[in-house]
């Protein structure tokens, strides 16, 4: 490995990003699971890796790889009475920060990427949850919508406890 | 004149059943278990030295440690140990532990290696576990070095059923074979419905920790009485799991409707399958219709199983293909149909278990095949999944309702003395929701925790 070869010096995501990035955050913040689902593509992509610096969720386990119709499926669980493991539903609140473009994209399909923590409440228990967020975004009606959003938890492949609310 | 309250029925009834502190095998009653099996920690000490000090234990799957020099570390019960392939080919397995003052030698969870060399005063092991280096070794004589015994430690008794690896602590008692029983079945079908013979776990591991014991987990492997209620979140119109297997677009049916209606019926869902349970605590469910069969039915497969076994040998392995989860004593569960996985339990303490979860590979199979069982893991048993944090967030919930002193006892008595006999001797069958497997697990244990020294 060579100590030397630092990452390059990102360029920062303008305003109308991060104010995205936050909206984003807000709506799951607020447990606003169907306003969530819209800010996303038709064809999107929600993954969380279970391996550090895994690659592809196709030949690897992932602890969330949903399409469209799982995060549809996600909801209707969040919101069924009877989906134990969120009765009572975990709070939580979400903090972005670093939020700088990866070089290479089309400024109408921008890679997003930043940091996060999210501190989470359920059953008298607090837990942070950190890691780095990877946001592909395209262009739609004088918008942004979400193709892509992959969330790398640093304790990706730890011994975990239910992660039931998407990140 | 009063009634003394201990005259009464209830009291009279109970006091049958009250648990005699000086005698474990009280615990375990033909329709009962006492509580506090699932609380105690004094009980839980008992059983690392006596179920887990005395039962085959599965470790690994072959295909962990497939190259000479290939190591993969687990514990046993509690243990740390490192399961190892030596120079030679042979499999091993170590205590984790340096035979100087006591660090563990191995850190990796997987890896290959020539050697193993203790981070705190440099001692080297071999792949066969010998002591093959000490730093500054003019301190000791050579007949110390020579006659100590200072080579890693082996488990006792390791045996290898077709690339299933288990060991036992104890070193007598009946061979893997015996002790497996009718479970050999699930290792064998997965095998035979393999094309090319092979299976493999090279996809990752699903990892979760929950507050509750480790019997828990291991008695939910055969428990076809909860899905309807526990898992209701995660059931769709027509009563149909909305999980998505290979092949299956609509998810597996579980019940007849809802869960709401299910409350009015006599039976459940389930109970066109069978819960089996067998000597050493071994059982395992049979799979309740062909809609969990779908991927024997893939047409790339079916062409090269025919090819393999001609047209009605297909149709034969088809038909006999039955079992569905085969739950190993005391602490794996092979899912050997559909959604294969080798599923692990680490008992940790007597309220706190270590889940793994390990998607199987088959040789042979078309590869959006395969991809359709990984995928198919993250929902079904990731922490983010729809079925097992579920289960996870009861088991929590029964942990902390055993805190709770009365009742006394956990009812296990669901088709009690309506069973039938199977083909292997012990061995009982039962409706799929019955208790049938649970009673077998305890009567195991009660021997284990009861037998003397």
């Not at chain 2, 040998?313 to 989860?325: I, K, L, P, Q």
């Amino acid at each position: 490995m060579d100590a030397m070869a630092a990452p390059p010096r990102r360029k920062m995501a303008l305003p109308e990003i991060w104010e995205f990035l936050f909206y984003e955050a807000e709506l799951l913040n607020e447990q606003k699971f169907e306003a969530w689902l819209t800010l996303f593509t038709p064809d999107c992509l929600y993954w969380m890796p279970a391996e550090d610096d895994q690659l592809d969720g196709e030949s690897r386990i992932s602890l969330y790889y949903d399409d469209r119709q799982i995060m549809e499926d996600r909801i209707y669980r969040l919101r069924h009475p009877k989906m134990y493991s969120q009765r009572p539903m975990a709070r939580g609140v979400r903090l972005i920060s670093n939020v700088v473009l990866e070089d290479g994209h089309p400024e109408d399909a921008p890679v997003v990427l930043s940091s996060f923590t999210m501190t989470e409440f359920r059953l008298n228990e607090q837990r942070t949850l950190g890691g780095r967020y990877e946001h592909h975004l395209v262009r739609q009606d004088s918008d942004w919508k979400i193709a892509k959003k992959i969330v790398r938890l640093v304790n990706c492949d730890g011994v975990l406890k239910n992660v039931g609310v998407p990140v | 004149m009063t009634t003394k309250l201990a005259d009464t029925p209830v009291a009279a009834k109970r006091r049958r059943y009250v648990a005699d502190p000086d005698d474990i095998g009280s615990l375990v009653q033909p329709d009962r278990v006492h509580g506090s099996v699932y609380t105690d920690p004094a009980i839980f000490e008992l059983e690392m030295e006596r179920v887990f000090g005395r039962a085959w234990v599965f470790l690994a799957h072959e295909s962990q440690v497939a190259e000479p020099g290939d190591f993969f570390s687990t514990h046993l019960g509690r243990q740390p140990v490192i399961v190892c392939r030596d120079k030679e080919g042979a499999i091993r397995v170590f205590f984790n532990r340096c035979t100087h003052r006591g660090a563990i030698v191995c850190r990796e969870a997987q890896g290959n290696t020539n050697r193993f060399q203790c981070p705190y005063h440099g001692w080297i092991f071999d792949t066969t576990g010998r002591l093959a280096g000490v730093p500054y070794r003019g301190a000791y004589s050579d007949e110390f070095l020579a006659d100590e015994g200072l080579n890693l430690s082996e488990v006792p008794r390791v045996e290898n059923y077709r690339g299933f690896i288990f060991g036992c602590l104890s070193d007598t008692g009946v061979g893997l074979v015996e002790h497996m029983g009718p479970l050999i079945e699930g290792i064998d079908g997965i095998l035979e419905r393999a094309p090319e013979g092979a299976i493999s776990v090279p996809v990752g591991v699903h990892q979760y920790e929950f507050r509750g014991n480790w019997k828990m987990q291991i008695e939910n492997g055969m428990d076809e009485y909860h899905p309807p209620f526990s898992h209701a979140s995660s059931v769709k119109k027509g009563g149909h799991q909305m999980q998505r297997a290979y092949g299956s677009t609509d998810g597996y049916k579980v019940v007849r409707d809802s869960e709401d209606q299910e409350v009015g019926y006599a039976e459940s869902y389930y109970d066109i399958a069978e819960c089996h349970g067998a000597d050493y605590g071994q059982a395992f469910l049979t799979i309740p219709d062909e809609s969990r069969k779908v991927d024997l039915r893939e047409e790339s497969y079916k062409a090269k199983m025919i090819a393999n076994l001609g047209e009605a040998g297909y149709e034969d392995m088809f038909e006999r293909a039955r079992m569905s989860n085969a739950v190993f004593y005391p602490n794996m569960i092979l899912r050997s149909t559909g959604n294969v996985h080798i599923r692990t339990i680490q008992p940790v303490a007597v309220d706190h278990t270590i889940i793994r979860v390990w998607p199987i590979q088959i040789a042979g199979y078309a590869d959006h095949m395969n991809k359709g069982v990984l995928k198919y893991s993250n929902i079904h048993v990731s922490v983010a999944s729809f079925v097992q944090t579920d289960d996870i967030e009861i088991f929590e919930r029964v942990q902390e309702g055993l805190q709770a002193q009365q009742p006394e006892w956990l009812m296990l008595a669901r088709g009690l003395d309506r069973e039938w006999e199977g083909q292997f001797p012990g061995e009982l069958v039962g409706k799929a929701s019955w208790e049938t497997g649970i009673r077998k697990q305890f009567a195991y244990w009660k021997d284990l925790m009861t037998a003397p020294e």
